[in-house]
T-cell receptor, first 114, second 111 residues
Framework: QKEVEQNSGPLSVPEGAIASLNCTYS??????FFWYRQYSGKSPELIMF????GDKEDGRFTAQLNKASQYVSLLIRDSQPSDSATYLC??????????????FGQGTILTVHP | DVKVTQSSRYLVKRTGEKVFLECVQD?????MFWYRQDPGLGLRLIYF???????EKGDIPEGYSVSREKKERFSLILESASTNQTSMYLC??????????FGPGTRLTVL
């Protein structure tokens, strides 16, 4: 099993819809979770992070974390064409000399069509 | 604003050349990372460093080495470039437990 798995998509949604991006992870000791957005030809940029079980909202973005199920998701409400990008889930290693290293999922390609 | 800079956005080298990719961060972060990103393969960690002169292999270190003589600077070295090292190279830095910041990337082509 991969350490961090995402549905690779591509995911296509109409403008104004909710886009749902999912990520599962294998390290039960992981404490924090990050969602990055990467536009084509650009480097990843952080859009959300979450530490606690439950939901965290920031504008049109909501991150949901369920540590028992080892599952983190990102919802994008009122999707816009400018949200079209690859979304990367990242999970830190829990300990040892790899402490500080983030493990990234393969990314989900999202396309929002007008 | 945290800034991670990389020495070149685009680089073209010939097979067998020694290649240096430089990365500098301005926020006194302990941890620095080098990744390569290829279509369909995602982000793959080459090496990382958690302190000056300290380094640890990532998932794909073969053909690469690194140097961290100063806290703010982390260099990736391709000892003898090969065509299969043509890729986008991304440097990043992080201060635990916070987010990781990426540089703009270097697109390296090896002919």
């Amino acid at each position: 099993q991969k350490e961090v798995e995402q549905n690779s998509g591509p995911l296509s949604v109409p403008e104004g819809a909710i886009a749902s991006l999912n990520c599962t992870y294998s390290d039960r000791g992981s404490q924090s979770f990050f969602w990055y957005r990467q536009y084509s030809g650009k480097s990843p940029e952080l859009i959300m992070f979450i530490y606690s079980n439950g939901d965290k909202e920031d504008g049109r973005f909501t991150a949901q974390l369920n540590k028992a199920s080892q599952y983190v998701s990102l919802l994008i409400r009122d999707s816009q064409p400018s949200d079209s990008a690859t979304y990367l889930c990242a999970v830190p290693n829990a300990g040892g000399t790899s402490y500080g290293k983030l493990t990234f999922g393969q990314g989900t390609i999202l396309t929002v069509h007008p | 604003d945290v800034k991670v800079t990389q020495s070149s956005r685009y680089l073209v080298k010939r097979t067998g050349e020694k290649v240096f990719l430089e990365c500098v961060q301005d926020m006194d972060h302990e941890n620095m990372f080098w990744y390569r990103q290829d279509p369909g393969l995602g982000l793959r960690l080459i090496y990382f460093s958690y302190d000056v002169k300290m380094k640890e292999k990532g998932d794909i270190p073969e053909g690469y080495s690194v140097s961290r003589e100063k806290k703010e600077r982390f260099s990736l070295i391709l000892e003898s470039a090969s065509t299969n090292q043509t890729s986008m190279y991304l440097c990043a830095s992080r201060d635990l437990p916070n987010e990781q910041f990426f540089g703009p990337g270097t697109r390296l082509t090896v002919l």
